[in-house]
């Protein structure tokens, strides 16, 4: 049975060319989490007002690909110390955040951020939210697979 994992790591461009990679991960798709308007687009969400971050939706088969394999491949991805921003990329709509789709993956997920920030792995804390998922907007069309539909390598915070 396929399962489904939200991750928000920046520009989701480079998030869902990452994750479309992993074996075990039949669909990514980018979009909007985390806000209360209905149906954002592009426009709204830059604006900083919706409280939506940009993420991707992994649909994935856990037989094949774990979620904790996921999550490392999340932490590895972005730097989840930046608060509001990866790279270039400022705004609320650009934060580290986790939306959990199950009571496991949430354990899962504040399991690992707690083990990676006591790694020392990273000088600053973890500032990766963890939250139940809400409603997932997919992104306007000319998001989805937006550097493999350019013939060009990710280049956003990645």
């Known amino acids: 049975?396929?399962?489904?994992?939200?991750?928000?790591?920046?520009?989701?461009?480079?998030?869902e060319a990452v994750f479309a990679a992993i074996p075990g991960v039949t669909r990514a798709i980018s979009g909007y989490c985390g806000?209360?308007?209905?149906?954002?687009?592009?426009?709204?969400?830059?604006?900083?007002?919706t409280n939506h971050?940009?993420?991707v939706e992994v649909?994935?088969?856990p037989a094949q690909v774990s979620y904790e394999e996921l999550l490392e491949k999340f932490?590895?991805?972005?730097?989840?110390?930046?608060?509001?921003r990866q790279g270039p990329d400022i705004g609320t709509q650009y934060r580290s955040v986790i939306f959990t789709t199950s009571t496991a993956q949430n354990a899962s997920a504040r399991a690992a951020?707690?083990?990676?920030?006591?790694?020392g792995r990273f000088e600053?804390?973890?500032?990766?939210?963890?939250?139940?998922?809400a409603t997932f907007w997919p992104a306007e069309e000319y998001h989805q697979r937006y550097f493999e539909k350019?013939?060009?390598?990710?280049?956003?915070?990645l």
């Open 150 to 157: 350019r013939g060009i390598t990710p280049s956003c915070q």
């Open 35 to 49: 806000g209360a308007m209905q149906n954002p687009g592009y426009e709204d969400v830059c604006t900083g007002t």
């Open 124 to 133: 600053a804390p973890i500032a990766t939210e963890i939250e139940e998922a």
């Open 75 to 84: 932490w590895s991805c972005h730097n989840p110390t930046q608060v509001n």
């Open 59 to 61: 649909t994935f088969d």
């Open 113 to 119: 951020r707690d083990a990676l920030d006591k790694s």
């Open 53 to 55: 971050a940009e993420v």
């Open 1 to 15: 049975m396929m399962e489904r994992a939200l991750f928000g790591a920046g520009c989701f461009w480079g998030v």
